[in-house]
């Protein structure tokens, strides 16, 4: 093996390892683009009560999860 195989063969083993996170940012931009555009198409439809509602019952689960835990 010469010196030139060996570089590109390291320089292919180093894109695989960049491979997964070049991938994963068009995507996640893509799916939090259409997300934001869903929630902001359903706001406009149905009002803000759903999301008022969906956060007071998440923060009351949360709260009393972490409470039993609590030493302060």
């Known amino acids: 093996m010469n010196i030139v195989h060996a570089a590109l063969l390291g ?3 180093g894109f695989s390892k ?5 991938a994963g940012i068009p995507v996640s ?3 939090g683009y259409l997300g934001g555009a869903f929630l902001l198409q359903f706001v406009r ?3 803000m009560s759903a999301f ?3 956060r007071v019952i998440t923060g ?3 709260i009393a999860a972490i409470m ?3 030493k302060g």
């Open 11 to 13: 320089a292919l083993q």
């Open 18 to 22: 960049v491979l997964p996170m070049l």
């Open 29 to 31: 931009a893509v799916t």
């Open 45 to 47: 439809q149905r009002g």
């Open 52 to 54: 008022v509602w969906y």
């Open 60 to 62: 009351g689960v949360v």
């Open 68 to 70: 039993p835990g609590f």
